[in-house]
């Protein structure tokens, strides 16, 4: 359900959530952390704020605020993702082409490319930026051998850091760091900011919902695509009688082999977001992920078991952490819908 990285830094504007946050770090810009850390949730534009920042450190003529020019031939270079200063660690492999496949994880190797980099002059003579997202996509080997550099690193090299689950980085990483959390926007501020970024038909408030108030993980859902498998599913799931597991994976065995994986990453992640808001109504709340469904949610939720319920969304926990491993997607979906079908085979158990 996420978007592939771009190799060029994204052309949107900061967002407005961003702007006081950045404004407050660029103010010091004299005594920029020679690594830092950048956390919060998947969707606040984590990335996009450290391609920001990179922008700064590179920039030629920087404005009095600190903010990067945006005219320069480094900042020219930067937008066009080829930047000979600048070097991006990311979980994903490139072909002669460009285009992007995502991988397990951030490997030594990668990591021995971006310590090598930093050894080099700058060809700029302004400043070197490695950035590395997520962080926690480095295995442990990855890992280990980033430390001395972030401890120690060349002068006028700068590291970022983005990280999802820093809870997941090892604590010789985070303590080299400073931290800085990812502002959280307001539902109308992201609301905003998505009705300015063409999606389409689908209304920002909805998809904002789908995406747990993250707004550029609903840029990312906003497609037209992603939202006709969202009803198809959705639909399907309101009527558990009637709900076909071999149809549904039927259905994705039909999508080209190279969109398998991620056709069923977006099913199992509707499943979740669906069981979420089924426990929610259950509990006399309002669904928080699919407020156009909550007619079909209430029919459902007083038929529900609500242990099995529980148990059923840690599986499909589980089953989301193994997603990038080799499997079978039909099989996968058809196990997941069997036993989403089992759960109103039986009464409500509280």
Known sequence: MSELP????????????????VESALAHRERWPHALLITGRRGLGKRLLALHFARALLCESPLES???CGVCLSCGYVGQGTHPDLQLIEPVTYDDEGNAT???????????????????????????????????????AAANALLKTLEEPPPGTFLLLVSHHPERLAATIVSRCQRLP????????????LAQNSIGDVEPGLVLAQAGGAPLFALALA??????????????????ERLSPLAFGAR??????????????????????????LASVAAGAAPSFNPDRVDALKRLAGRVALVPLFRYYRMLLQQRALLSHPLQPRWVAESLLIEYRKLFARGRVN
């Open 223 to 240: 497609g037209a695509d992603i939202q006709r498998e969202r009803d198809h599913l959705l639909g399907q799931l309101a009527q558990p």
């Open 102 to 140: 995502p991988v397990d994880s951030i490997n030594v190797e990668r990591v021995r490319e971006l310590i090598a980099f930093t050894q080099l002059s700058p060809h700029r003579q302004r400043a070197k930026v490695g950035l590395i997202a997520p962080a926690e996509a480095m295995n442990g």
């Open 252 to 277: 994705l065995d039909s999508a080209p082999k190279d969109e398998r994986k991620a056709q069923l990453a977006n099913a199992v992640y509707w499943l979740l977001v669906w069981t979420a808001d």
């Open 66 to 68: 600190g903010e990067a």
């Open 182 to 193: 990812a502002p959280e926007p307001d539902r109308a501020a992201a609301a905003a900011w």
């Open 6 to 21: 771009s190799r060029a830094a994204s052309s949107q504007l900061l967002p407005t959530w961003q702007r006081a946050i």
